[in-house]
C-alpha cells in the first residue's frame, strides 16, 4: 500500500484514486474524465521489466546473491511444507526469525523458491501483556523478548518454539493454518536456550537446546510439557583442540538424514570468524543410549567464510525423490543487521562442504536452487520484507490479533496510609524513645547537643555489629506493590572519612536496602531514596531499620557512634501502570505485516481509522527518564525515545534506503516531539517539537560512547544548524536518506523536509555514525520508525498520511525518473479484464488509478515515484501468474451466525464457470466436497463449532474443472468475523 503527492492531490479524482481500495465503478469514472485510458489491445508493453523488490537479491537471470534479503532476519528456522501437504501443489517453504521486544513478533514468512520472501503472518501479537513487553513501569525488552524460535511442520500440524529472556522461559504454539490460523500456547516452564524442535523418526518430540553444550528434553505426547531431560549429549568440552570449536556453540538444529541425526551448531573459535559446525550421530541422544555411555555424535567445521553461522538445514526435492539440502545461515552484517544466505552444499560422505569449495563471498552469486516459471518468477521478485503505506486501513484480518488475555485485577491500597508520615517519633520531638527499639546490641539515647532540627535527635552507641541501630515495627502499615520516600539524616564525629548507612526493612525474607548513602564524617547528610515494596512481601510483619553495610569480617563502619534525625517514610500516590482490556482488545485498525511496533502497544492511542487513511498516534503517557536497561548490569538509562511504545517500525534494507512520509501537527500539545527515526541504541531522527506553542522542525543525533546517566532532554535537544521554525503550518514532509555503504560497517542518515511536497530542504549535514552497540542492549538492526512522545502533558497527537520507500538517494544526485512508472502504466493499459479474475483485476485497477493520478501531477521526491510504480508492479505481476495459469471462476461467502445459542460457519461457493466444476468447502470445523455443480449452482454447508462463539477465520474453497481444454483446480479463501451467541 502507498500513497503519493500530487498537483492535483485535492482534486476529486485524485483524492479519490489515491486510495488502494478504490472501487471499480471509480476506475470507470476515471476513464471517462481521460485520466486512465481504456485498455488497448491484448499485447505486452515494451520496456516494461520491474526490479527486484528492496529486499530480494534475484538477479532475474536464475541467479541470486548472498547475503539474501538485504535486511535484519537473524536466527532463522526455514521448514519445507511438501507439495503432498499442502493445498497448493508445489513445495512451500516458511521461515521465522527473532524479533525480541518487537509486536507482532515471530513471523512467518513465506517462499517459493528460497530466495524471494514475504511475511505472511505472525505468531503472536504480544508476547506478555506484563509491564517488560509493554514499555510499562520502568521495564522494558530491549535485547530480550523472543529469542532463536525453531519451526517445524509435523502430521498437519504447525509447531513454534522460542525462548524469551525475561518472559518466563519457553513457549510452544501450534496451529493448523500457518498462515491465517490462530495459535494455541503452551509455557514451558521453564527457559531453553536457542530451543530447535525435533520429531524422531517415530514421532517423539523432542527440543534440543543450550549455549557451549547440546542438550535436550522430551516432551510429553501432546507436547505440552516437559517430560525427561538429556542434559550435556554432548559439548564444546568434546572436541577440545579442534580448530573449528570455539565460543557461542549455539544455535543447534537437528534433522534426520539418511540414517544419521545431524545438528548444525555456530562456533566462533579464538582468533577465527563466527562459522558453521556439523556433528552427526546414528543415536539421536548419543551417550544416553549408546553403550558404555560415549558420546557419539563425530564433528566436522564445514563452512569459515566470511562469518556465514547460525541457521538452519533446508531440503530441496529433485527428481526422482532425491534430495539436496543448502544451509541458510546469517552473517552480522551491523548496522543493517544479521542478514541470512542461502548457501548451496556438496555432500561427499554422508557430510557437507558449503559454497564454491567452502567459499562464500561477500555479494557473491549463486544458481537459483528452485525454478518457477517465468511469470511465477517475475511475481517472486515483487515480494518483500517492507513495504510503502497509504495506511488505508485495508490490509486482510490476522487470527494472531484476537489474542484472548486474561486481565488481572489491579491490587487495592488503604488511601489512609499514603502522603502520611508512618513511622512515629521520626524527629526525637516526644521526649521519649517510644516506639524506637534497639537492636543486636545497639544502645539508643535522646540526644540535645546538636540535632539536626528541633530539640532531640537519637544517639546510637556500643555497636558492634553493621547491624546495630534502631528499629521500628511498621506491621500492617507498608503495603506490597506501593512505593515510599524513606529519608533520614544521619551524622558521626569519628570513624572512617565516609560512611554508608543503608536505610532497611525486613519483612521476614532478608534484609531489604531501601535507600542508602555515603555520609562524610562531621557533618550532617540526608539519607533518602524511593522504594517499591515488592508484591510478594509480608505487610503485616514489616520491620524498618538502619544499618551499615555487611562484611566479613565486620568492617570498622559497624562500630561507629552516630546521630540520626528526621527519620521519614511516606507512601507515595500511585502512578503505577497495570495492564486493561482496552489497551489489547482490537481497535478496528489493520496494518500491514511488513508493520511492528516497538513493544506491544497500547491500542487506545493509535488509529488508521479516526483520520480516514492516516496513521495517528496520540500520547497516552508522559516519558520519565526513569527507565533503564534491565540487561545490562550497569543498569544505563534509556532515552526517550526508547519509551516511545507505539513507535511503528520496519525494517532498515541496504545498502541504501529512503524514506517519506507527511505529518499533521496540528494537534501536538506543548512537550509533544513527533517524527521520522532511524533508530536503535543509537538513533537519528527528524522530527517537530512544541514548545511554548510553537512548533519547531529539526535532527537529532545520538551516538557513541553511550553514557550510563542521561540528561535526556540534553541527549534529544536538535542538532545546530538543522532547526527550522514552522509558523503557522500545520503539515509538514518529512525524508530521512540512509547510507549504509559510504562507508560500510556505518549508517549516516540525512534528512530533508518540505512545506508542499515538491520543494524540498536539506536539513544541515548528514548525521551520524550508527554503528553496532557492542553491548547488545537492543541487538538488532536498525530500524525506521514513526513515533510521538509527550514530555509534559497527554492527549497531543499527530497523523501520517502515508510512508513512502525508494531506494534512491537525494545525496546521489540523480535526476527523478518515472521510466518505471510509465512502463508500468502503458502495461497496464494492454490488459484485458475478461482474462482476469475480478477481484485480482480490480486491485490492479486500484493501483492503476493510484498511479495514474501520481504521474498527472508533480513529483519531488523519487519515493513519490517509487511507491506507486513498485505496487502497481505487484499487481500486474499477480495477474501475469493468474493469465499463465487460468481460473476457475468462482464467488465465496463466509459466514459465522448463531443457531439455538450455537456459532456455525456457513458457507457458500457459487460457479460462476461455463461449465460443471467440482468444489471441496475447507473450514476448521470440518469440509465438504460436492461434484459437478451445474454453472450459476451453488455449493452450500453450514459447519457446526459445537461451542457457543467462534473467533473470526479463514474459509478455503476449491474448485476443479476444465478451462480452455486445461484441467485446472483453483484455491481461493473468504473470512468471516467473529460471533458470540450467548
Given at each position: 500500500?502507498?500513497k ?12 479519490f ?19 486512465i485510458?481504456p485498455?488497448?489491445p ?5 520496456g ?9 537479491t534475484?538477479?532475474?537471470?536464475g ?15 526455514v ?23 518487537l509486536?507482532?513478533?515471530?513471523p512467518?514468512?513465506?517462499?517459493y ?6 511475511t ?8 506478555s ?16 523478548g ?21 518472559l ?7 496451529t ?37 553444550g547440546?542438550s ?14 538429556y542434559?550435556n549429549?554432548f559439548?564444546?568440552?568434546d572436541?577440545a ?5 570455539g565460543?557461542?556453540f ?47 555424535y ?18 530441496i526435492a ?6 539436496d539440502w ?7 552484517t ?16 554422508g ?18 536452487p ?9 511475481l517472486?521478485?515483487q ?20 489474542e484472548q488475555?486474561?486481565?488481572p485485577a ?6 489512609s496510609?499514603i ?17 524506637w527499639a ?8 535522646l540526644?540535645t547537643t ?5 530539640a ?12 546495630s ?10 503495603q ?6 524513606v529519608?533520614?539524616?544521619i551524622?558521626y564525629v569519628?570513624g ?11 519483612w ?11 555520609v ?14 515488592p ?19 565486620q ?12 527519620v ?16 489489547i ?11 511492528e511496533?516497538n513493544?506491544?502497544?497500547?491500542n ?11 496513521l ?12 533503564i ?12 525515545l ?23 501537527v ?8 513527533a ?21 519547531t ?15 535526556q ?10 532547526t ?17 555503504a559510504s ?14 511536497g ?11 555514525p550508527?554503528?553496532?552497540?557492542g ?11 514513526l ?9 497531543g ?13 537525494t ?10 512508472l510509465d512502463?508500468a502504466?502503458?502495461h ?6 475478461g ?41 500486474l ?23 439455538a445459542?450455537?456459532?456455525?460457519v456457513?458457507?457458500?461457493a457459487?460457479n ?11 473450514t476448521?470445523y ?5 461434484t ?8 452450500y454447508?453450514?459447519?457446526?463449532t ?21 484441467d485446472?483446480?483453483?484455491v ?11
Amino acid at each position: 500500500m502507498f500513497k503519493v503527492l500530487t498537483a492535483a492531490l485535492h482534486s476529486t479524482a485524485t483524492a479519490f484514486a489515491r486510495r488502494r481500495g478504490t472501487p471499480i465503478v471509480a476506475v470507470g469514472a476515471l476513464l471517462c474524465a481521460g485520466l486512465i485510458p481504456p485498455a488497448g489491445p491484448a499485447h505486452a508493453a515494451a520496456g516494461w521489466s520491474p526490479r527486484s523488490s528492496y529486499t530480494s537479491t534475484d538477479k532475474a537471470d536464475g541467479t541470486y546473491s548472498v547475503p539474501l534479503l538485504n535486511a535484519d532476519v537473524p536466527d532463522v528456522s526455514v521448514e519445507r511444507v511438501p507439495a503432498a501437504a499442502n493445498r497448493e501443489g508445489r513445495d512451500v517453504y516458511y521461515m521465522i526469525s527473532t524479533t525480541m521486544h518487537l509486536s507482532p513478533g515471530a513471523p512467518i514468512m513465506k517462499s517459493y523458491d528460497l530466495v524471494n520472501w514475504e511475511t505472511v503472518n505472525y505468531v503472536f501479537d504480544r508476547a506478555s501483556i506484563g509491564d517488560a513487553f509493554s514499555l510499562r513501569n520502568g521495564q522494558n525488552s530491549y535485547g530480550q523478548g523472543q529469542w532463536a524460535s525453531s519451526l517445524r511442520y509435523h502430521d498437519g500440524t504447525f509447531y513454534v518454539v522460542f525462548n524469551t529472556n525475561n518472559l518466563g522461559g519457553a513457549y510452544l504454539y501450534r496451529t493448523d493454518d500457518i498462515e491465517n490460523g490462530a495459535w494455541q500456547r503452551v509455557a514451558l516452564g521453564r527457559a531453553l536456550h536457542d530451543p530447535s524442535l525435533f520429531f524422531d523418526v517415530d514421532g517423539t518430540p523432542y527440543i534440543f537446546y543450550g549455549s557451549g553444550g547440546t542438550s535436550a528434553v522430551r516432551l510429553n505426547g501432546d507436547l505440552t510439557a516437559i517430560a525427561q531431560d538429556y542434559p550435556n549429549i554432548f559439548t564444546a568440552g568434546d572436541y577440545a583442540g579442534r580448530p573449528f570449536i570455539g565460543g557461542l556453540f549455539e544455535g543447534a538444529q537437528f534433522y534426520y538424514i539418511d540414517g544419521y541425526y545431524y545438528c548444525v551448531v555456530i562456533t566462533w573459535p579464538s582468533g577465527q570468524g563466527r562459522q558453521v559446525a556439523m556433528f552427526r550421530s546414528r543415536e539421536l541422544l548419543g551417550r544416553y543410549t549408546a553403550a558404555g555411555g560415549v558420546n557419539t555424535y563425530e564433528a566436522r567445521g564445514v563452512l569459515n567464510s566470511n562469518g556465514f553461522a547460525q541457521g538452519s538445514l533446508v531440503p530441496i526435492a529433485r527428481p526422482g525423490g532425491a534430495t539436496d539440502w543448502y544451509g541458510m545461515f546469517f552473517r552480522d552484517t551491523f548496522p543493517i543487521g544479521r542478514i541470512p544466505a542461502l548457501i548451496p552444499a556438496t555432500w561427499q560422505d554422508g557430510w557437507p562442504t558449503f559454497g564454491t569449495g567452502g567459499v562464500v563471498p561477500v555479494d557473491g552469486v549463486f544458481a537459483k536452487p528452485i525454478r518457477l516459471t517465468a511469470e511465477q518468477e517475475l511475481l517472486e521478485r515483487q515480494k518483500s520484507l517492507v513495504g510503502s503505506d497509504d495506511f488505508d486501513n485495508d490490509a486482510p484480518h490476522k487470527a494472531y490479533t484476537d489474542e484472548q488475555w486474561t486481565i488481572p485485577a489491579p491490587p487495592t491500597y488503604d488511601a489512609s496510609l499514603i502522603g502520611v508520615e508512618l513511622l512515629q517519633n521520626p524527629g526525637f520531638e516526644a521526649g521519649t524513645l517510644s516506639p524506637w527499639a534497639a537492636q543486636f546490641g545497639a544502645t539508643l539515647a535522646l540526644d540535645t547537643t546538636g540535632p539536626a532540627t528541633g530539640a532531640a535527635a537519637l544517639r546510637v552507641s556500643n555497636r558492634t555489629l553493621n547491624g546495630s541501630g534502631p528499629n521500628q515495627s511498621l506491621n500492617g502499615k507498608m503495603q506490597p506493590g506501593l512505593t515510599y520516600t524513606v529519608s533520614a539524616k544521619i551524622k558521626y564525629v569519628s570513624g572512617p572519612a565516609t560512611v554508608r548507612f543503608n536505610l532497611a526493612a525486613d519483612w521476614g525474607a532478608g534484609v531489604q536496602v531501601m535507600a542508602a548513602g555515603d555520609v562524610p564524617a562531621g557533618q550532617w547528610t540526608t539519607v533518602s531514596g524511593q522504594y517499591t515494596v515488592p508484591t510478594t512481601a509480608n505487610g503485616n510483619t514489616f520491620k524498618f531499620a538502619v544499618e551499615t553495610p555487611w562484611a566479613n569480617p565486620q568492617p570498622a563502619s559497624s562500630a561507629v557512634e552516630y546521630l540520626i534525625d528526621d527519620v521519614s517514610i511516606v507512601g507515595q500516590a500511585v502512578t503505577t501502570e497495570y495492564p486493561t482490556a482496552a489497551e489489547i482488545a482490537p481497535n478496528g485498525s489493520r496494518l500491514d505485516p511488513v508493520w511492528e511496533w516497538n513493544h506491544a502497544p497500547d491500542n487506545r492511542y493509535w488509529s488508521l481509522t479516526d483520520h480516514d487513511g492516516w496513521l495517528r498516534l496520540t500520547n497516552g503517557k508522559v516519558v520519565t527518564g526513569k527507565y533503564i536497561y534491565s540487561k545490562l548490569s550497569n543498569r544505563a538509562e534509556l532515552a526517550w525515545l526508547e519509551e516511545a511504545r507505539n513507535m511503528l517500525t520496519q525494517r532498515t534494507f541496504g545498502p541504501r534506503q529512503s524514506v517519506e512520509t507527511r505529518m499533521d501537527v496540528s494537534g501536538m500539545k506543548d512537550g509533544d516531539v513527533a517524527g521520522l527515526a532511524a533508530y536503535n541504541r543509537g538513533f537519528s531522527y527528524v522530527a517537530v517539537k512544541r514548545t511554548a506553542g510553537v512548533n519547531t522542525l529539526g535532527v537529532v543525533n545520538r551516538g557513541q560512547p553511550f553514557a550510563v546517566d542521561l540528561d535526556q532532554a540534553a541527549l534529544e535537544s536538535f542538532v545546530p544548524g538543522t532547526t527550522v521554525p514552522l509558523g503557522g503550518a500545520t503539515e509538514v514532509y518529512v525524508k530521512a536518506d540512509l547510507d549504509f555503504a559510504s562507508p560500510v560497517g556505518q549508517l549516516w542518515t540525512t534528512f530533508s523536509y518540505s512545506l508542499d511536497g515538491r520543494q524540498w530542504s536539506q536539513l544541515g549535514s548528514r548525521v551520524g555514525p550508527q554503528a553496532l552497540d557492542g553491548s547488545l542492549a537492543h541487538f538488532m538492526g536498525h530500524r525506521v520508525g514513526l513515533f510521538n512522545y509527550a514530555t509534559q502533558q497527554t492527549g497531543g497527537r499527530v497523523d501520517f498520511d502515508y510512508f513512502n520507500l525508494s531506494d534512491t538517494l537525494t545525496a546521489q544526485q540523480r535526476p527523478l525518473d518515472t521510466g518505471a512508472l510509465d512502463a508500468a502504466i502503458a502495461h497496464a493499459h494492454t490488459l484485458d479484464a475478461g482474462s482476469y479474475p475480478p477481484d485480482a483485476w480490480a486491485a490492479m485497477q486500484a493501483a492503476l488509478a493510484d498511479a495514474t493520478a501520481a504521474r498527472a501531477g508533480q513529483f519531488g521526491t523519487q519515493n513519490q515515484i517509487d511507491a506507486p510504480e513498485r505496487a502497481l508492479s505487484r499487481q500486474l505481476a499477480q495477474l501475469g501468474v493468474l493469465r499463465a495459469d487460468p481460473a476457475v471462476p468462482v464467488t465465496i461467502t463466509a459466514q459465522a451466525r448463531c443457531v439455538a445459542g450455537k456459532a456455525f460457519v456457513a458457507v457458500q461457493a457459487r460457479n460462476d464457470h461455463d461449465a460443471p466444476v467440482n468444489l471441496t468447502l475447507q473450514t476448521s470445523y470440518g469440509e465438504r466436497s460436492f461434484t459437478a455443480v451445474a454453472p450459476a449452482g451453488s455449493a452450500y454447508q453450514q459447519f457446526a463449532t459445537r461451542a457457543p462463539a467462534v473467533p473470526a477465520g479463514t474459509v478455503t474453497i476449491r474448485a476443479a474443472g476444465t478451462v480452455g481444454g486445461r484441467d485446472v483446480t483453483t484455491v481461493r479463501t473468504a473470512q468471516y468475523t467473529a460471533v458470540t451467541c450467548a
